[in-house]
Nanobody, 124 residues
Framework: QVQLVESGGGLVQAGGSLRLSCAAS????????MGWYRQAPGKQRELVAA???????NYADSVKGRFTISRDNAKNTVYLQMNSLKPEDTAVYYC??????????????????WGQGTQVTVSS
C-alpha cells in the first residue's frame, strides 16, 4: 500500500502565499506522475498542476504564472508553491500520485493514490 500525507494548507489573505507538501510512503518502486487537484464546494474536482518523474509540468490555465509545482524524487515528495492567491483558489487540495508498486503474490502493479486533502482558504 501507498500513503500520501499532505501538509501546508491554511487561511491566507488575498495576494498571499502558501506552500503545500505531499509525501508518499509505502511499497513504492517508482512514482510516475504526481499532481495536485482541488475541489471547491459545489464544484467538481479539477487538476491544478502535475509533474512527471522527469520534471515536465502541466498547469491549469487559472493558476499559470502564480503556482509552481516541484518534486523531490529522493524524498517521494511533491510541492505546490502558491503565490498571489485569490479567493477563487479556496478549495480542498488533494495530492495524487501514479505509483508503480510491488504487490506480494501479484508482482508489479501501477495504481493511483490520493491524499486525504488539505483546506486552503483565501479571504478577500
Amino acid at each position: 500500500q501507498v500513503q500520501l500525507v499532505e501538509s501546508g494548507g491554511g487561511l491566507v489573505q488575498a495576494g498571499g502565499s502558501l506552500r503545500l507538501s505531499c509525501a508518499a510512503s509505502g511499497s513504492i518502486l517508482r512514482i510516475n506522475v504526481m499532481g495536485w487537484y482541488r475541489q471547491a464546494p459545489g464544484k467538481q474536482r479539477e487538476l491544478v498542476a502535475a509533474i512527471t518523474s522527469g520534471g515536465s509540468t502541466n498547469y491549469a490555465d487559472s493558476v499559470k504564472g502564480r503556482f509552481t509545482i516541484s518534486r523531490d524524487n529522493a524524498k517521494n515528495t511533491v510541492y505546490l508553491q502558491m503565490n498571489s492567491l485569490k479567493p477563487e483558489d479556496t478549495a480542498v487540495y488533494y495530492c495524487n500520485a501514479d505509483v508503480t508498486v510491488m504487490v506480494v503474490g501479484l508482482g508489479v502493479n501501477v495504481a493511483d493514490y490520493w491524499g486525504q486533502g488539505t483546506q486552503v482558504t483565501v479571504s478577500s
